[in-house]
């Protein structure tokens, strides 16, 4: 077990050196496209300070957290969608779905989109205008991708997962496509509860919009967990998260976050993110219950922005 948790780490290392000395040649900041990869995914993981890829409950929502976790899955089968009212009126939203094959592994399907709405296209006026610009009507913008993940514990106490995604974006008549990589592991180390993790999330090749080239959101993410009061099956427990991110596109930060259950049904969420100009709190809750034997989650998340609106998202996640 410990080979495989040190090749593997050896890696994911080595992708991300070789990454980021190529970027070291110019500034980070605005060298990236297909942004809202980087955004947040599911309630409760930006609750928790947008930590979560040490969650070895996360069902479906390990899709968008950590590939590796969809192997401790305890249910066959896991569905989770997510929604979000983003800033000025845009929103995003999510759909994961996962499914257990005996002695085969974990697979799962995972679908993103970011809708920036109607936005009007307009010119500067000629002679023969008046105003200050001449509207030209409105044109649509989004972006999608699709992903197909596969997972697989391959001991008792180290899992793995890799994920595939087709990525997309389109402003009015110009669109740029790609695919990516997402790959992670999960360690539970035996010591108490503590639980150690990587992920490294959007890795791929340059991709090319319009005659400009850009890189990927690439994200290295390396975190750890633990109760530090009960147990993750009992009715009542507090637990803390912690991770160290590493973009390619901005420095370095840390996510911490707490998470405590009552009663095996009402769930407090508290993060804090640091090195980010805007962002920092974020709270939440959840209520969970089961609904004709199946198990049923409700999250919601608060995301402060000191200078933008506040984001609120919901997700939804039933296991059975």
Known sequence: MKKYGIVLFASLFLVVLSSTALAQEFQKIGTTGFVFLELPVTARSVAIGETGITLVDAGAEGLFLNPASIALSKSRFAFTASHADWYVETTHQAIGMIYQIPLFGTIGIQSIYFDFGEIERTINPSQDQTGSYVS???????????????????????????????????????????????????YLSGFGSLRI???????????????????????????MSGEILGSLDGPHRLT????????????????????????????????????????????????????????????????????????IRYTLATEF
């Open 240 to 311: 803390l998260l912690a991770e160290a991110v590493h973009p390619n596109d901005a420095d370095e930060r840390i996510h911490i976050g707490t998470e405590s259950v009552i009663a095996h049904s009402f769930v407090l969420r508290a993060g804090y993110k640091f090195g980010y100009d805007d962002e920092d709190l974020c709270l939440g809750g959840g209520l969970k219950f089961l609904a004709l034997g199946t198990k049923v989650r409700f999250d919601f998340s608060y995301m402060n922005h000191d200078r933008l609106d506040t984001t």
């Open 136 to 186: 030209l009507g409105n044109y649509s913008a989004g972006a999608y991708a699709l992903g197909l993940t596969y997972a697989r514990s391959l001991t008792d106490k180290f899992s793995f997962g890799a994920s595939i995604k087709y990525v997309r974006e389109t402003i009015a008549d110009y669109s740029a496509d790609n695919f990516i990589t997402d790959i992670g592991f999960l």
């Open 197 to 223: 993790g990587a992920a490294l999330q959007s890795f791929g090749l340059e991709a090319k919009y319009a005659d400009e080239k850009f890189k990927m959101p690439q994200q290295l993410k390396m975190g």
